[in-house]
């Protein structure tokens, strides 16, 4: 029997996912044996809460997968739409930031910079758990065609939080949680992963 390597099966399920549109439920099936052979699927775990910085809530081994993989997807997207929106930057130098919905970060909705503001390198989206922004790339002539300004970087303030690895004291930026800090890449999505599997309670917010 081939031993099932934790990270590597499930980024490969999770790649997959990405560049196909696999849903969660055959993920799921998949990777389901491989974890419970690892005993690291269980029907009760130990999660963090991004409110109250505290481990306090149980869930299924299945939501807690579903969460890894619907963040995994989030970053992956995150990294691509970076990718997107740097090739096309000389014909389209300005991004929307679009919060869809996404109640923490309303305040950030429709606000217009250039592509190479310094202020993308701590909130391209996604920004957390469950968050739905997005960014769309605009042109000078979309401004007026859209009725848009650019505008001014919100100054970025630092909060005091907690490590969910180990407790300790930490800063972060305002509205932007432990782990989705920095540009989305492939890279860090694939840190995150590994982050997640070997400390699963990460990987799950009581703000679902």
Known sequence: ????????ETRHALCRACENGTAFEDVEKKLRPGLRQLAWWADEVTVWNVETHR??????GAELLE???????????????????????????????????????????????PVDDGWWEIHFPPNGWFCTCDVDSLSHADLERYNYRVGVAPPVRMVSATSPINNAPIELPE?????????????????????????PHIAISESR
């Open 67 to 113: 969460v890894i993989y619907g963040t995994y997807l989030a970053v992956w997207t995150g990294a691509k739409n970076l990718e997107q929106s740097r090739r096309v930057q000389r014909l389209m130098p300005l991004l929307r930031y679009a919060a869809y919905g996404c109640d923490r970060h309303a305040a950030w909705d429709n606000l217009v910079l």
């Open 175 to 199: 509205d932007v949680e432990f782990g989705f800090v920095g540009p989305p890449t492939v890279a860090r999505a694939d840190a995150l992963l590994r982050l997640w599997l070997q400390n």
């Open 55 to 60: 481990k306090n809530k149980v869930h299924s």
């Open 1 to 8: 029997m081939v031993a099932f390597d934790l990270f590597d």
